[in-house]
């Protein structure tokens, strides 16, 4: 079973940044991609931005210039960074990862991202 532990959510004005960072129970060799879903009240869970194993990314229209994933392999972790934040952005936030042989595709428990004035 994998386990994902994620950080960083909370309350930020608008223009404002966060950090998100998830932590995999995992060796990251044994990934396959590496991402964060979203999902806001009354809507469906989507897509923000994903990391392949060979470093490749992909962002959602709605954050691409303004977030950036990453991965770090010595500590196993996956990180979102946010900037201009906009009130939109308002979601819970899901770490997500696709296990290299089996496909087999693991969550956290998610974050709250709010931004508001």
């Known amino acids: 079973q994998v386990q994902l532990v994620e950080s960083g959510g909370g309350l930020v004005q608008p223009g404002g940044s966060l950090r998100l960072a998830c932590a995999a129970s995992i060796s990251i060799s044994s990934i396959r991609v590496m991402g964060w879903y979203r999902q806001a009240p009354g809507k469906q869970r989507e897509l923000v931005a994903m990391?392949?194993?060979?470093?490749?990314?992909n962002y959602a229209d709605s954050v691409r210039g303004r977030f950036t994933v990453s991965r770090d392999n010595g500590r196993n972790t996956v990180s979102l960074q946010m900037n201009s934040l906009k009130p939109e952005d308002t979601a819970v936030y899901y770490c997500?990862?696709?296990?290299?042989?089996?496909?087999?595709?693991?969550w956290g428990q998610g974050t709250q991202v709010t931004v508001s004035s």
């Open positions: 997500y990862v696709e296990k290299r042989y089996d496909g087999r595709v693991y």
């Open positions: 990391i392949s194993s060979g470093g490749s990314t």
